[in-house]
């Protein structure tokens, strides 16, 4: 479990939640989905595992990662770096999202 600093949640600005997406929790998900794409440009992606975020205020307080190791600590880092000032509209009532990525174990 990744701990983020959310000393500052308040007074963050808040972001709209700009996706396509039927519930909030729908919008959540999407949110953190893009989180990975747009702060990599390699496109490292979750495949046999998950990103977890949990929310307070709108803002991501912690997250985990679940994959391969290699995969684990880039993508923990790259997440870190993604979530570290955000606050979003649709977390404001909202606890956790979740993301998950291809399994090609199946």
Known sequence: ?????VSDCSARPVA????????RQDQLDGM?????PLHHPA???????????????GCP?????VGPPVEQRALTEIVREALRDVRWSCAMDLG???VRGPDTLQ
């Open 61 to 65: 307080e912690r997250f985990y990662v």
């Open 43 to 57: 496109r490292v992606e979750i495949v046999n595992g998950w990103l977890t975020a949990y929310f307070e205020g």
């Open 16 to 23: 709209l939640c700009n996706v396509d997406a039927v519930t």
């Open 32 to 36: 953190l989905d893009r989180v990975i």
């Open 96 to 98: 956790c999202a979740i």
């Open 1 to 5: 479990m990744v701990e983020l600093d």
